[in-house]
């Protein structure tokens, strides 16, 4: 017996307008429910497999249109709201009696971006608002008082899994809004009580008030359950497995600023808050079978990766072009201070190598390349003076130093290639991922199967490095060849949550800009046979030679958290006053458990051969508060504060009850790797700078590995093992 059910919504959404025509938005909503169920039912037959499937890949997209300007709307609004659901069960009175395997299977993949582009035209104005809402539950149970297996049944399978991406994204107007009160955001300055008249303008002495923000908010909650409930009963002559595995990316993103105006307000708020469940468990039921395995874990997302496009590392052929290719580095921008080295080479045309005391200034340029000024006023003006490059020089390690920085290496006799993926949502600079040549050959610098490290560039772009501190400070591998095949991917399989928020206001007299970015994450992973079970294990194998099978209870829980309040360019500027704060706050709540709860049993009389609780957690998170201001005459501020608070927890362990038996070892191991690492900084440039800065890292970990009831190994061993690392690193600087 085979059943289905497929479940698929793919679309892009349209604009249109809500509230009496008084707002104009893209709003998608996506309801998929893939589900089948068995109920108080009986069925005899060789084999049952009931798949379900939900798919969901949904997309609104708003841009600013020069006709917003005169809309009494703001410029842009998009809103998607998915409920996915995947659930494959079998439930009531239900009796299966099935000679060969069961199967109850559910997937649930979810696809969903928001954005709006309010640079789009240049002639729009107002605030833009990006949402995305996503619950997705993806359940493989047995409940109700069934019976499953008949003790017949050569195996007994639940898998659940969820694999989830959001975006939302919300850039604000390239001008900002002017304060003529033509749309919503800026009639809310002109008239603040709405009693149609201007003298509670928002205006200060010099002037009307200027205003331009962006808001992006992510609220995603994923549960991923492999499940056999309360009063339930399986015989199975197999292995019984139970298999939860999930996924959750999402990412908040926000640019906003303004330009011009006696007085300019530009605010960039990201909120991300995700909460994600995926757990294994069995209830109080009577299990019996063969061998036990329970899972709870990371689903792979494949993303497709290609190399093409291939460059000279340094270009000398007019002073216009002249580049280096030093890859996308995090943080570089035009005016800092490098030095250069040829390490035994010969130095680049036009380049010293004098032990540091030649200095230059970097230029940016696109994708990834640099130009180098022989001074900051030259790197920094409105039209950048280049050296001339004459020469590639020889040799394969010159450098850039930088102060208290990581150096920028590069060949630059060699040729690199631009590695672009198929879609960079839900990936983020320093996070781990695996490359697959996909049964093709290497790209030259990679090699299939190695976990690397992501540098996530604009335009689906990416670098890889070796380490997570290689990463972050820029040093990416270089790719000197395409290799062979179609089917080149990396691999993702981190929860990966991202706020990010970037501000600038460019004002005549006044300027502030601000940035705020909350990422907020709950994540529970837990593989457990609760209080009331009872687990029986017969023969291993069908010969009944009397040996006994396994029980083995797994959880994985690998995160990266991240949450950036950054300037635009410099921030903030006026002459009289420029003001730029960034905000900055990280929250993950990580708990992993693998455990046999109290009085939860093993049979005495069915005694299992090895038992195995192994729960592991891997965590990462990022906080980076930066803030700028610039004043010509007058003071300029920048507050900035970077909070980080992880909270994880690994247990593997045995909880208290009647004393257990078992023929063979007993492995209770908990592994816990946590990093974090904050960072607040703030520069302000004025006749009167005043920078302030806090940074603050809370990071507490607990790692158990605990046995609470009397145990006998009768031929093995036992084990108990709590291992956990713990970085964490904070740096304030004003």
């Known amino acids: 017996i085979v059943l289905t059910a497929q479940a698929t919504a793919n ?161 604000a107007t390239a001008g900002g809004a002017a304060g003529t009160g033509s749309n919503q955001t800026t009639g809310l300055l002109a008239d603040p009580n709405g009693d149609g008249s201007d003298s509670d303008r928002a205006a200060t002495s010099e002037g009307n008030v200027d205003f331009a923000g962006a808001l992006a908010l992510n609220i995603v909650e994923t549960n991923t359950m492999a499940t056999i409930g309360d ?66 874990t990371m689903a792979d997302r494949d993303i497709g990766l290609t190399a093409g496009n291939e460059q000279p590392v340094v270009v000398d052929t007019t002073t216009e072009n002249d580049t280096i290719y030093v890859g996308n580095v995090p943080g570089l921008k035009t005016g800092d201070e490098v030095t250069y080295e040829n390490n035994g080479g010969t130095s680049i045309g036009g380049l010293t190598d004098d032990d540091g005391n030649t200095k230059y200034y970097v230029i940016l340029a696109e994708d990834g390349k640099i130009k180098l000024a022989s001074s900051k006023e030259n790197a920094t003006a409105d039209t950048p003076v280049a050296i001339d490059l004459t020469s590639t020089g020889a040799g394969t390690e010159h450098e850039l130093k930088r102060d208290g920085k990581s150096g920028l290496k590069f060949n630059p006799t060699g040729n690199y290639y631009d590695l672009t993926l ?19 050959t290497d790209f030259g610098g990679l090699a299939n199967g190695t976990t690397y490290y992501a540098i996530v560039g604009e335009d689906n772009k990416l670098e890889l490095a070796e380490s997570r501190e290689k990463a972050e400070s820029g040093e990416s591998i270089t790719i000197t060849s395409t290799g062979a095949g179609t089917d080149h991917k990396i691999v993702d399989a981190t929860h990966t949550s991202q706020a990010q928020s970037t501000s600038g206001a460019s004002a005549g007299n006044i300027g502030i800009a601000g940035s705020l970015a909350i990422n907020a994450v709950n994540v529970d992973t837990n593989a457990v046979i609760a209080t009331g079970g009872l687990i029986a294990v017969d023969d291993a194998d069908t010969g009944g030679d009397g040996a006994k099978g396994t029980v083995t209870l797994t959880s994985e829980s690998r995160t990266r958290a991240a949450a950036q309040a950054l300037p635009q360019e410099d921030g903030a500027s006026g002459e009289a006053l420029g003001v730029g704060a960034s905000v900055a706050l990280n929250i993950a709540n990580n708990d992993t458990q693998s455990k046999l709860a109290d009085n939860a049993q093993l049979d005495g009389t069915d005694t299992v051969d090895d038992l195995t609780l192994a729960a592991t957690g891997d965590h990462s998170m990022d906080t980076l508060a930066k803030g700028g201001a610039t004043s010509s005459g007058g003071v300029a501020l920048t507050p900035v504060v970077g909070i980080s608070v992880a909270l994880n927890d690994v247990v593997a362990g045995i909880g208290t009850g009647l004393g257990t038996t078992i023929d063979g070892d007993l492995a209770v191991q908990a592994v816990l790797d946590s990093d974090t690492r904050t960072i607040a900084e703030g520069d302000a440039e004025g006749d009167a700078a005043i920078g302030a800065s806090l940074g603050l890292g809370i990071s507490s970990s607990l790692v158990t590995a605990e046995l609470q009831r009397d145990w006998t190994s009768t031929g093995g061993s036992v084990l108990l093992s709590a291992q956990g690392a713990n970085a964490s690193r904070t740096t304030a600087k004003a």
Do not use: C, R
């Not at 104005?125 to 993806?138: H, N, S």
């Not at 530009?266 to 209830?283: H, M």
């Not at 600079?429 to 049964?439: H, I, M, Q, R, S």
């Open 231 to 296: 009063g339930v009963t399986v015989d199975s002559d197999g292995l019984l497995t139970l298999d939860a595995k999930a996924n959750a990316d999402s990412a908040a993103i926000a640019d906003g600023s303004t330009t011009g105006g006696t007085t300019g307000l530009g605010v960039a708020v990201s909120l991300n808050f995700v909460d994600t469940v995926n757990e294994a468990t069995i209830g109080s039921a009577d299990v019996t079978a063969d061998g036990i395995t329970m899972s709870a």
């Open 422 to 440: 198929a879609n960079t949502n839900g990936l983020t600079t320093g996070e781990a991922v695996k490359y697959d040549n996909g049964g093709g």
């Open 11 to 171: 679309f892009s959404a349209g604009a249109g307008s809500y509230f009496g025509d008084t707002i104009s938005a893209v709003v998608g909503y996506a309801d998929s429910d893939a589900s089948v169920g068995i109920t108080n039912s009986t069925i005899n037959a060789d084999s049952l497999s009931v798949d379900v499937d939900s798919n969901v890949t949904i997309t609104a997209a708003d841009a600013a249109e020069s006709g917003d300007t005169n809309s009494e709307a703001d410029a842009g609004i998009s809103i998607i709201v998915v409920d996915a659901d995947a659930t494959a069960f079998v439930s009531g009175t239900s009796v299966l009696n099935v000679t060969g395997a069961i199967e109850l299977l559910a997937d649930n993949t979810i696809n969903a971006t928001s954005t709006v582009d309010g640079s789009a035209d240049a002639g729009a104005e107002g605030a833009t608002l990006a949402v995305a809402v996503v619950v997705a539950d993806t359940q493989a149970y047995i409940d109700g008082t069934s019976s499953v297996g008949g003790g017949t049944a050569d195996s007994i399978t639940l898998t659940a899994t969820t694999v989830s991406n959001v975006l939302s994204s919300a850039t």
